[in-house]
């Protein structure tokens, strides 16, 4: 038998000193709550699951009931015992009773992205949503979020926070995408979308391209240094692969492998087509994969470290590299993507190959596409001919 009722997890304390309500989840010896937006200062004030001693005590238990109504009525909907706890949470909070909160929503964003091994993704949704009920002042409904809203956020974020145009832009495509994930889910529905009016800062390109000449004295530099040898290898190994983010590289079996065929971490939830990226591994690229592959194929390049402290790791280290090299120019492992991609584009090489090697979304919407495909035999020429640019001229 499932049983719901008004809780509140006195150890779950929040910094504001306050206590969530919660609805108590029991089913199969297994008790699991879901937050609501209503809190109190002392959880005396909840007796009997009724909230007492509260100015608005009769508006919240009110508003409470209406919750418990619209779950059972959901669960009575269902035969309960094909479902665990957490299957019957993750179904509740679908229902919409009077709306969903938008911590709701976001932690099972968050959730989500961890599940699939996205760690460190889900750590910069969780910031982006610390910023945003931070500016809130509380917990707020999704169906209370409005352009408005959006728009008083962005100032926050820019007069508050101090974050620069391009910082501002990344939090609001994670918000965005968190309430775009709850109208998919049913957890809210807009007359007008919050992001309706938004328009993103614009942000200056930034200048991480580096020559040819550059990428050569960094292929051809013979630093003593471990961390620099490393620095090298990870930057020309990007370059190589058609620009490949490091998540992607970090992450792929290279065992036994001829040709690479993978999907962008970065895009895979939410490009609709052109998801995978397939081509030859370049006879350039050989050497140092066979150096750095561990037993389970994946590249290893010797650091026992978060994925998010070696990507800085490495990103310092190619910059001190770089340095010694008399390159001006900053120098990051994303250079090694906008380079490739330069160097294609400088080529004469067309935008829609360029795009497919590096995994970014190919703009499907021109009519020629409905006859044309951008595919493996393309990318390997693409490559082909980066790489073969990059060879010292006879």
Known sequence: MTTLRIAIVQAKINKAGKHKIRIAVGHRQQTRYIVTRFELDNPDDLQKGQIVNVPNAPYI??????????????????????????????????????STSYSIASDDYIDT???????????LYARTSKYFIEFCKHDIMLDGITPRTIKDFDIYMMRALSLNPSTRGTHMAHLKAVINQAIRDNMV????????????PTIPV??????????????????????????????MLCYYL?????????????????????????????????????FTIPDEAKPIIKRYMGRNGKIDFGYKLSYENLR??????????????????????????KSFAQHGFELGISLERIEYCIGQSVKGNRPIFSYV???KKHADETIRAILDNLKEKR
């Open 61 to 98: 238990n009110m508003k409470l009931r209406s919750i418990l109504n619209a779950y059972q009525e959901a669960l009575d909907k269902i035969n309960t015992h094909a479902y665990t706890c957490r299957q019957l949470i993750e179904y509740l909070h679908t229902i919409k009773s009077g």
């Open 113 to 123: 992205l961890i599940r699939e091994g996205r760690k460190s993704t889900a750590q």
């Open 189 to 200: 529905k807009y007359d007008t979308h919050p992001f309706a009016y938004y328009e993103k």
């Open 206 to 235: 930034r200048e991480l391209d580096i020559s040819v000449e550059e990428v050569r004295l960094i292929r051809d530099s013979e630093p003593k240094a471990k961390a620099l040898v490393v620095a090298r290898d990870a930057f």
């Open 242 to 278: 058609g620009g490949i983010n490091m998540v992607d590289l970090l992450s792929y079996n290279f065992k036994g492998k001829t040709t690479m065929e993978y999907e962008r971490q970065k895009s895979k939830n939410t490009k609709k087509n052109d998801k995978k990226v397939c």
């Open 312 to 337: 800085k790791y490495i990103t310092k280290n190619i910059g001190i590299l770089a340095q010694s090299l008399g390159i001006e120019q900053h120098v990051i492992y994303y250079s090694a993507r």
């Open 373 to 375: 495909k951008i595919n």
